[in-house]
């Protein structure tokens, strides 16, 4: 996997979002701890369409820069996670996508808290047979990586934390570097309008400094899934159609907490007839 090295630190991201222990998640989504509370498989359990989905196009063959094959197993599926937190759900769905797709998983966990990407690597220090993998500072307005460097990325519960703190334009740029650096897959959890204001109201009551989360400022927030589908399409990433409702289309797989788990696939002449425009 080509990036900086494994312990280098984005200093830009950390001075500009100056983590404090008080607003520890609140401002930033860096919950600590946060897998006790949600762990791994509240997700996996619902990602097997996926996984199938995976499996199925994986024969397809994807071009690699020749600095890639020297670094990586030319079969290997490259997966990157941003927003890792502490490194559970990476890990875990590194395994699944290894044992889905029967194949080596090289993967890259990106998140802006140092503290949770060290306790990452120590959970990492045992490394999976066919897995190799590392967990580094960094965010998704400057993602550090090639262009179509990955084969998959994914964002849980992120969108939301981009958009707070870059506004508008930030989001579209962040998923626009996104889709830059995947070549086929982008796995995307948006976190709907009322967690924007739920993220307000804690820090209203925590004494701290409100985030401003108006419609005003984040015109995008109403109806963020369909401009996150808006934004995706234009960097021409369109979601894929899993298993069809009554209406003959597609309901995307939803968490215990009623939000979507969505995969988006990158737009190619062969294979449009799984995809929703």
């Known amino acids: 996997m080509t990036s900086t090295e494994p312990n280098e630190v984005d200093r830009s991201c950390r001075a500009d979002q100056n983590i404090q222990a008080e607003d520890q998640g609140h401002r930033f989504g860096n919950f600590h701890n946060y897998y006790q509370f949600n762990p791994p498989l509240n997700r996996l359990e619902l990602l097997e369409p996926v996984f199938q989905y995976l499996k199925q196009t994986s024969h397809r063959k994807r071009r690699r820069t020749e600095e890639q094959k020297e670094k990586a197993n030319d079969d290997s599926f490259l997966y990157c996670d941003i927003g890792c937190n502490e490194g559970d759900l990476t ?56 262009d179509r460097g990955v084969d998959m990325i994914s964002l849980f519960s992120t969108t939301m934390w981009i958009h707070v703190h870059g506004g508008d334009v930030g989001l579209r740029e962040a998923l626009r570097r996104i889709c830059n650096c995947s070549r086929q897959f982008v796995l995307i959890e948006p976190q709907p309008s ?65 939000r979507a788990l969505q995969l988006y696939e990158r737009s190619t002449d062969q294979g449009t007839e799984n995809r929703e425009n």
């Not at 990492?124 to 993602?143: M, P, Q, R, S, Y």
């Not at 990433?237 to 009623?258: A, C, L, Y």
Request: hydrophobic share 35%; aromatic share 6%; proline share 3%.
């Open 91 to 146: 890990i875990e769905m590194s395994k699944a996508l290894h044992e889905k797709l029967c194949k080596p998983v090289d993967f890259v966990g990106f998140d802006i808290d140092p503290l949770l990407i060290e306790r990452a690597e120590k959970k990492w220090k045992d490394k999976e047979n066919k897995i190799v993998g590392t967990f580094k500072v960094g965010n998704a307005e400057k993602l550090n990586m090639p």
């Open 194 to 258: 009322k967690c924007y204001r739920n993220a307000m109201i804690r820090l209203r009551k925590m004494g701290r400094t409100e985030l401003d989360v108006s419609n005003d400022r984040l015109k995008l927030r109403q109806n963020i899934e369909e401009e996150i589908d808006k934004i995706m399409n234009s960097n021409c990433f369109f979601r894929v159609q899993m298993d069809e409702n009554d209406n003959g289309k597609s309901d995307p797989e939803r968490t215990k907490w009623n």
